[in-house]
Nanobody
């Protein structure tokens, strides 16, 4: 069983920045694609960004140019750097591990989520 633990959420003003982290258990982290999703109140969970085992990345149009996903295989951690935050980025952010090295493989594990609130 893989455990994913997110951290770094909080309250930030519009235009501000946050960096989310997701630490994964296990020794095979480097072989799997990882991703970040978010869910706002009353809305469906949506893809934010994902990264393959080979460091290919993919972003939702709404965050392109503002968010950056990265991974550190030596720390079993995936990051989401969020800049120029907007009120509409407010959501619970979830980390996921895919079932393979490609991010087109099914989501296999999920973290518990971390709240991001963008408000003045």
């Amino acid at each position: 069983q893989v455990q994913l633990v997110e951290s770094g959420g909080g309250l930030v003003q519009p235009g501000g920045s946050l960096r989310l982290s997701c630490a994964a258990s296990g020794s095979t982290f480097r072989f799997y694609a990882m991703g970040w999703y978010r869910q706002a109140p009353g809305k469906q969970r949506e893809l934010v960004a994902r990264i393959s085992s080979g460091d290919s990345t993919n972003y939702a149009d709404s965050v392109k140019g503002r968010f950056t996903i990265s991974r550190d295989n030596s720390k079993n951690t995936v990051y989401l750097q969020m800049n120029s935050l907007k009120p509409e980025d407010t959501a619970v952010y979830y980390c996921t591990r895919y079932s393979g090295g490609s991010y087109v493989s099914p989501n296999h594990y999920w973290g518990q989520g971390t709240q991001v609130t963008v408000s003045s």
